[in-house]
T-cell receptor
Framework: SQTIHQWPATLVQPVGSPLSLECTVEGTSNPNLYWYRQAAGRGLQLLFYSVGIGQISSEVPQNLSASRPQDRQFILSSKKLLLSDSGFYLC????????????????FGQGTRLTVV | AQSVSQHNHHVILSEAASLELGCNYSYGGTVNLFWYVQYPGQHLQLLLKYFSGDPLVKGIKGFEAEFIKSKFSFNLRKPSVQWSDTAEYFCAVILFSGGYNKLIFGAGTRLAVHP
């Protein structure tokens, strides 16, 4: 069965420090991978999605970047955190259309609560 | 641009009242549709999903949703809410385009049910 791991669960970082959040998926291959941010009162905002190794699409301009060095690994990074980067970050995966035949849903990690101080 | 709109940001109801939360999406291609619920302090939980077939979908906890393709809508309903339904509700859509799919969420609706 497929599982998704996301860590760390909580993180407190000073302004200006770097960030690296990691997400890995097991039990599937070539998944679509997503990073979302949930800020208070703003719902779940799609930050990045990836359809394959090295293929990253950015949905919103921001202080963050994403990378996919391996098929089932998705990393969210920042060189210098801002106070406004605080929030709840959620990784998710779904099957690619070639696997799901247009019937697919997303599966979520447990999330990372990031507080920038 | 592709988007998902939830019409109500905050809804307040009394117990036993009926609930309908609106959701519209802007995309002309194939979609899969979802409603998620997030109870206070908890993670997202899938309420129901629509892939194809009968446009009226029944989910957990007495919720149902109707897909109206001509209106690009997927409204969530429950005939009689309970205090335990107090939560935030998210409509989500997986869009299929070429060789990829993309999952986007609405901004959410906070539901408060008063005893």
């Amino acid at each position: 069965s497929q599982t998704i791991h996301q860590w760390p669960a909580t993180l407190v970082q000073p302004v200006g420090s770097p960030l690296s959040l990691e997400c890995t998926v097991e039990g599937t291959s070539n998944p679509n991978l997503y990073w979302y941010r949930q800020a208070a009162g703003r719902g779940l905002q799609l930050l990045f999605y990836s359809v394959g190794i090295g293929q990253i699409s950015s949905e919103v301009p921001q202080n963050l970047s994403a990378s996919r060095p391996q098929d089932r690994q998705f990393i969210l990074s920042s060189k210098k955190l801002l106070l406004s980067d605080s929030g709840f970050y959620l990784c998710a995966w779904s099957e690619s259309p070639w696997q799901s035949y247009l019937n697919t849903e997303a599966f979520f990690g447990q999330g990372t609560r990031l507080t920038v101080v | 641009a592709q988007s998902v709109s939830q019409h109500n940001h905050h809804v307040i109801l009394s117990e036993a009242a009926s609930l309908e939360l609106g959701c519209n999406y802007s995309y002309g291609g194939t979609v899969n549709l979802f409603w998620y619920v997030q109870y206070p302090g908890q993670h997202l939980q899938l309420l129901l999903k629509y892939f194809s077939g009968d446009p009226l979908v029944k989910g957990i906890k007495g919720f149902e949703a109707e897909f109206i393709k001509s209106k690009f809508s997927f409204n969530l309903r429950k005939p009689s809410v309970q205090w335990s339904d107090t939560a935030e509700y998210f409509c989500a859509v997986i869009l299929f385009s070429g060789g990829y799919n993309k999952l986007i969420f609405g901004a959410g609706t906070r539901l408060a049910v008063h005893p």
